[in-house]
């Protein structure tokens, strides 16, 4: 249950990341459609983000160490990148039209994520 909440929360995530950057673009035409893209997207995300960022997190914690952990936002970048590419083969109408505008939302996906999991309970009772 746990991952289908967390594939809605990157779903939403990913909608206000197209809302908020012009550069980041479901081509989707009716609502239904749009649906499928942000849930696929969102799927496909959090696969990336469970099996290859702390890959490259254990690589290169001596960059994320040298620049206090700045380089994490890079990293997110290219990771949205990523994403968009593996979206791309499965012939998922989502773009990000430069590094710049995939740093933007990468950064909006974070913290809506973040700001998402506060509100939901996160299933472990006290």
């Not at 499928?36 to 990336?48: D, E, K, Q, R, W």
């Not at 039209?97 to 006290?126: C, K």
Request: with cysteine; glycine share 8%.
């Amino acid at each position: 249950m746990s991952l289908i909440i967390r594939v809605i929360v990157n779903a939403l995530a990913l909608w206000a990341a197209v809302f908020l950057i012009n550069g980041i673009h479901v081509d989707a035409q009716d609502m239904t459609g749009q649906i499928v893209v942000y849930l696929a997207v969102g799927a496909i995300f959090g696969v990336v983000n469970a099996v290859i960022k702390p890959i490259v997190k254990t690589v290169g914690c001596l960059f994320y160490a040298l620049t206090l952990g700045l380089i994490g936002l890079v990293v997110n970048a290219l990771l949205f990148l990523l994403t968009e590419w593996i979206a791309g083969l499965f012939d998922i109408p989502f773009r990000i039209d430069t590094f710049w505008d995939a740093f933007l939302g990468a950064i909006v996906v974070a913290v809506v994520s973040f700001l998402i999991s506060i509100v939901l309970p996160d299933g472990q009772d006290d």
